[in-house]
Nanobody, 126 residues
């Protein structure tokens, strides 16, 4: 069974940092580009970042560029998102997700992802 399990979310003050982790199993992890997406309360899905199968290339939305860093450890089947300088508007449930083969890697549609984890809540509040 293909599985993604996120962890590392929590409550943080503005300007603070969190590191999200995503443990993968049940598929060939290092064959695929993977993404982080998020969904804020009452809002639609928002693509955050993607990383190619070998980690050589990364992509970021304009809203997080310069503050977030995506990385992966293919030896351990792990995906990470280092989030610095957090803002109120970063509050959301964060999901790691596998884009479908025919989708663009920056999609904000659930239908463009083959599967995703249960999510981890990030709350930025003073």
């Amino acid at each position: 069974e293909r599985q993604l399990v996120e962890s590392g979310g929590g409550l943080v003050q503005p300007g603070g940092s969190l590191r999200l982790s995503c443990a993968a199993s049940g598929f060939t992890f290092d064959d695929y580009t993977l993404s982080w997406v998020r969904q804020a309360p009452g809002k639609g899905l928002e693509w955050v970042s993607s990383i190619t199968f070998n980690g050589d290339t990364t992509y970021y939305s304009e809203s997080v560029k310069g503050r977030f860093t995506i990385s992966r450890d293919n030896a351990k089947n792990m995906l990470f998102l280092q989030m610095n300088s957090l803002k109120f508007e970063d509050t959301a449930v964060y999901y790691c997700a596998k884009p479908s083969p025919t989708s663009i890697w920056s999609s904000s549609l659930w239908s463009e992802y083959d599967f995703w984890g249960q999510g981890t809540q990030v709350t930025v509040s003073s």
